[in-house]
C-alpha cells in the first residue's frame, strides 16, 4: 500500500490542481482523534465534449466530472462532400460550443466523436455514411486534435448509444 505521507501529498496535489475539493467532516476516526475531512470530486475541474453527426442534425455537449450537461447545440448537418470543408464545420461547431459554455479549454479533457456507417474507430476515421456524403475515407480525428490539443476519438452512434442506455438508464 501507498504510506501516509505519500496519500498526503498525492491529495494536497489534486487539491491543488482542483481535481478534488472538501465537502464536510466525516466522524472521528477514534475516541482521541481530530474528525476525518470528507474529499470529493469537483465537478468544474474537467470538461468532457460528446458530438453526434446525424444525417440531418450534428449534436453536441459539454458535460462536466459528474455528467452534467452544460452546454448544448445542435446544427443542421452539411450537405457538402468536400473532406476538409467538413473538418472545419466540426471545428466550427466545437469552437462555438466551448465559447458558448464560457469554459476555459484548458478544462476539457477529451472529444468524443459519434458518426453513423462504417467507422475505423482505430484508424479515427469515417470510412463511409452514406447520409453524410463528406465522411467518406475521412480522418477525423488528427486533424481536431491537432487543432484543439486535446485527445479525439471516434466510435459509430450505435456504440455511444450502448454506452449512454448503460450509464443512464439505471
Not at 27 to 41: D, F, I, K, T, Y
Not at 51 to 68: C, P, Y
Not at 78 to 83: A, T
Amino acid at each position: 500500500g501507498l504510506s501516509l505521507p505519500v496519500v498526503s501529498k498525492l491529495t494536497k496535489e489534486l487539491i491543488d490542481e482542483e481535481v478534488i475539493q472538501e465537502v464536510g467532516l466525516g466522524g472521528p476516526v477514534a475516541s482521541n482523534s481530530r474528525r476525518a475531512v470528507l474529499l470529493g470530486l469537483n465537478k468544474a475541474s474537467h470538461f468532457l465534449v460528446g458530438i453526434d453527426i446525424g444525417a440531418s442534425q450534428t449534436r453536441g455537449v459539454i458535460t462536466n466530472a459528474n455528467n452534467e450537461i452544460i452546454q448544448k447545440s445542435i446544427h443542421e448537418t452539411p450537405r457538402s462532400s468536400d473532406g476538409p470543408r467538413f473538418i472545419a464545420y466540426l471545428i466550427d461547431f466545437i469552437q462555438g460550443l466551448i465559447q458558448q459554455s464560457h469554459i476555459d479549454v484548458k478544462r476539457i479533457s477529451g472529444i468524443m466523436l459519434a458518426g453513423s456507417g462504417a467507422i475505423d474507430t482505430a484508424a479515427g476515421e469515417a470510412v463511409f455514411c452514406c447520409n453524410v456524403p463528406a465522411m467518406k475515407h475521412l480522418q477525423l480525428v488528427k486533424p481536431l486534435e491537432l487543432h484543439f490539443g486535446i485527445p479525439v476519438e471516434l466510435t459509430t452512434s450505435s456504440g455511444m448509444a450502448a454506452v449512454a442506455e448503460c450509464e443512464y438508464a439505471r
